[in-house]
C-alpha cells in the first residue's frame, strides 16, 4: 500500500479552505415577519331600531308629489309600504305627516295643497292597517322648502310629503 505524503505547503492549503469554508459567517436571519393586521371591524351601527334616524336612513321618510297634485306616486307606494311596516312593528310610536309645496302660488294655495298631501299619505299608511289614531298631519305649503332655487329639480324636491315621530320612539 502506498502512503502519500503532503508537504507542509499542501496542508496549509488545505487546512486554510477549510478554516476559510467553516468561518464563514452565518447567513442573515429571515426577514421579521410582516405583523399580520386584523382587517377593520365592520362600522357598528348606532342607529337605534325605533329612532327617528331609523325610520329616515333604513325605511324612508320622505315621498314626492307631481306639479300642482295630491295623488301618492306609485314610486313611492313602497316607501310608504315600509313606513307601515316599520309602525306596525313599533306600535307605541305616533307620526305627523308634514305636507309641504313648491314656492309657486300663493301661500294659500299651498297650505291647502300640502295639507292635501299629508292627508294622501296619511290615507294610504291607514289603507295599509295603520290606525288614523297614529297618523295627525300638518301642512307648511311653501313655507319650509329643502332647495331653494326656482329650478324644476328644485321644486320636485319641495314637493314632498315627509313622516315624522311624534311620540313614542326609542332614544
Same mark, same amino acid.
Request: hydrophobic letters at 40%; proline letters at 9%.
Given at each position: 500500500?502506498?502512503?502519500?505524503?503532503?508537504?507542509?505547503?499542501?496542508?496549509?492549503?488545505?487546512?486554510?479552505?477549510?478554516?476559510?469554508?467553516?468561518?464563514?459567517?452565518?447567513?442573515?436571519?429571515?426577514?421579521?415577519?410582516?405583523?399580520?393586521?386584523?382587517?377593520?371591524?365592520?362600522?357598528?351601527?348606532?342607529?337605534?331600531?325605533?329612532?327617528?334616524?331609523?325610520?329616515?336612513?333604513?325605511?324612508?321618510?320622505?315621498?314626492?308629489?307631481?306639479?300642482?297634485?295630491?295623488?301618492?306616486?306609485?314610486?313611492?307606494?313602497?316607501?310608504?309600504?315600509?313606513?307601515?311596516?316599520?309602525?306596525?312593528?313599533?306600535?307605541?310610536?305616533?307620526?305627523?305627516?308634514?305636507?309641504?309645496?313648491?314656492?309657486?302660488?300663493?301661500?294659500?294655495?299651498?297650505?291647502?295643497?300640502?295639507? #292635501?298631501?299629508?292627508?294622501?299619505?296619511? &290615507?294610504?299608511?291607514? /289603507?295599509?292597517?295603520?290606525?288614523?289614531? =297614529?297618523?295627525? *298631519? %300638518?301642512?307648511?305649503? #311653501?313655507?319650509?322648502?329643502?332647495?331653494? &332655487?326656482?329650478?324644476? /329639480?328644485?321644486?320636485?324636491?319641495?314637493? =314632498?310629503?315627509? *313622516? %315624522?315621530?311624534?311620540?313614542?320612539?326609542?332614544?
Amino acid at each position: 500500500m502506498k502512503k502519500f505524503a503532503i508537504g507542509p505547503k499542501l496542508a496549509a492549503a488545505v487546512l486554510a479552505i477549510f478554516v476559510v469554508g467553516c468561518a464563514k459567517e452565518p447567513p442573515p436571519p429571515p426577514p421579521a415577519p410582516t405583523p399580520v393586521v386584523a382587517p377593520a371591524p365592520a362600522p357598528v351601527s348606532k342607529i337605534i331600531p325605533g329612532s327617528a334616524e331609523d325610520l329616515r336612513v333604513n325605511v324612508g321618510d320622505t315621498v314626492h308629489f307631481d306639479y300642482n297634485m295630491y295623488a301618492v306616486l306609485d314610486a313611492d307606494k313602497a316607501t310608504l309600504q315600509r313606513q307601515a311596516a316599520w309602525l306596525a312593528k313599533f306600535p307605541a310610536i305616533k307620526v305627523t305627516v308634514e305636507g309641504n309645496a313648491d314656492e309657486r302660488g300663493t301661500r294659500e294655495y299651498n297650505i291647502a295643497l300640502g295639507a #292635501k298631501r299629508a292627508n294622501a299619505v296619511k &290615507e294610504y299608511l291607514v /289603507s295599509l292597517g295603520v290606525s288614523a289614531a =297614529r297618523v295627525d *298631519t %300638518v301642512s307648511y305649503g #311653501k313655507e319650509k322648502p329643502i332647495c331653494s &332655487e326656482s329650478t324644476e /329639480s328644485c321644486w320636485a324636491q319641495n314637493r =314632498r310629503g315627509v *313622516t %315624522v315621530i311624534a311620540s313614542g320612539a326609542n332614544s
